[in-house]
């Protein structure tokens, strides 16, 4: 079965960073590519990093292109994202998701975690 | 940026009912294009990839239909459980982007 578990979300003030892990099991997770969503009331989804299955392809949205990085580690079958510079406009609920059909990075997505909160405000 | 527009934005039906959704592309997106289902407090669920695929596990009242710009997500006969929002996705070129979203509500 597959599962995918974010953690790492917390309440951080405008500047701060933060990095967000994602622990996923039951899929050969070198052959996937990995994404992070966010989601907030007023925007709805949004798509803000993918990474290839061996890591070493990133994309970014522009909205967080330069403070954000994607990374991950094969060997925990994990995937992060570290958050810097952080505005308002970041508070969301991050979610990690698996890429879909394999041997893609413009995927669509075939598992979610539940999401993690990050709230930033002063 | 490719901009997808859901309509309508909500949709009311009683159970048993058709409901017929609808995204357009700004652009065309070929049948790379994926209709997700949302209830409060979960992620989203994949029930259509590249257009008309259902996936795995997604019961056969759930279809797509569409290529290029114009893409449609019906379903035959709506069950208590479909009440949600959906939302479509493309995946032609970066960056990936998704639609505003239609909430199918009970009427």
């Known amino acids: 079965e597959v599962q995918l578990l974010e953690s790492g979300g917390a309440l951080v003030q405008p500047g701060g960073s933060l990095r967000l892990s994602c622990a996923a099991s039951g899929f050969t997770f070198t052959t996937y590519a990995m994404t992070w969503v966010r989601q907030t009331p007023g925007k709805g989804l949004e798509w803000v990093s993918t990474l290839s299955g061996a890591g070493g392809t990133t994309y970014y949205a522009d909205s967080v292109k330069g403070r954000f990085t994607i990374s991950r580690d094969n060997s925990e079958n994990t995937v992060y994202l570290q958050m810097n510079s952080l505005r308002a406009e970041d508070t969301a609920v991050y979610y990690c998701?698996?890429?879909?059909?394999?041997?893609?990075?413009?995927?669509?997505?075939?598992?979610w975690g539940p999401g993690t909160l990050v709230t930033v405000s002063s | 940026e490719i901009v997808l527009t859901q309509s309508p934005a909500t949709l009311s039906l009683s159970p048993g009912e058709r409901a017929t959704l609808s995204c357009r592309a700004s652009?065309?997106?070929?049948?790379?294009l994926a209709w997700y289902q949302q209830k409060p407090g979960q992620a989203p669920r994949l029930l259509i990839y590249?257009?008309?695929k259902r996936a795995t596990g997604i019961p056969a009242r759930f279809s797509g239909s569409g290529s290029g710009t114009d893409f449609t997500l019906t379903i035959s006969s709506l069950e208590p459980e479909d009440f949600a929002l959906y939302y479509c996705?493309?995946?032609?070129?970066?960056?990936?982007?998704f639609g505003g979203g239609t909430k199918v509500e009970i009427k």
């Open positions: 998701a698996k890429g879909f059909p394999v041997g893609t990075y413009l995927g669509a997505f075939d598992y």
């Open positions: 652009q065309s997106v070929s049948s790379y």
């Open positions: 590249d257009a008309s």
């Open positions: 996705q493309q995946r032609s070129n970066w960056p990936l982007t």
